[in-house]
């Protein structure tokens, strides 16, 4: 899998800026937007990016069905695309987001919530962590 995520970096990297007239001129290039936010999804201003060296992590979660995940944090800014299945993710406070195969989502950051699997398929998602070096993008309470 890190092979796989190398090579479509590598690739988007020797491609260029993608321009609108790339994809007029018909070579079959496709850009699809799936999330631009400043807020997570419960509609929270994102904090301000934490002091320290950066470290991108990139994990991709398989959750069977009718798991749950334990209730937890994320201390740094993040967001994922859900690549198959269903999930459903509850916050502390109750709010819900139910997303489906091929949703985006940024995640709620600093706020307890977990995710759980109500489908009847392994929901995986891949989730993209904006990080410090040294801390954890997860706290579990």
């Keep these: 899998m890190r092979k796989l995520i190398l090579v479509i970096c590598l690739l988007l990297l020797a491609a260029g800026p993608v321009r609108a007239a790339d994809q007029a001129a018909g070579e079959g290039l496709r850009v699809e937007e799936l999330v631009k936010s400043g807020v997570s999804w419960d509609g929270a201003p994102l904090p301000a990016y934490p002091a320290g060296t950066p ?24 967001a ?12 502390k406070d109750q709010r819900t987001l139910r997303l489906k195969a091929g949703e985006a989502l940024v995640e709620v950051v600093n706020t307890w919530h977990y995710g759980k699997n109500e489908g009847r398929e392994t929901a995986e998602i891949l989730v993209f962590y904006a990080g410090v070096a040294g801390r954890p993008v997860t706290v579990k309470q």
Excluded: M, Y
């Design 55 to 78: 470290e991108i992590t990139i994990l991709k979660i398989s959750i069977p069905p009718g798991a749950q995940l334990p209730l937890h944090e994320h201390p740094v800014i993040n």
């Design 80 to 91: 994922g695309v859900l690549l198959k299945g269903e999930l459903t993710v509850i916050s």
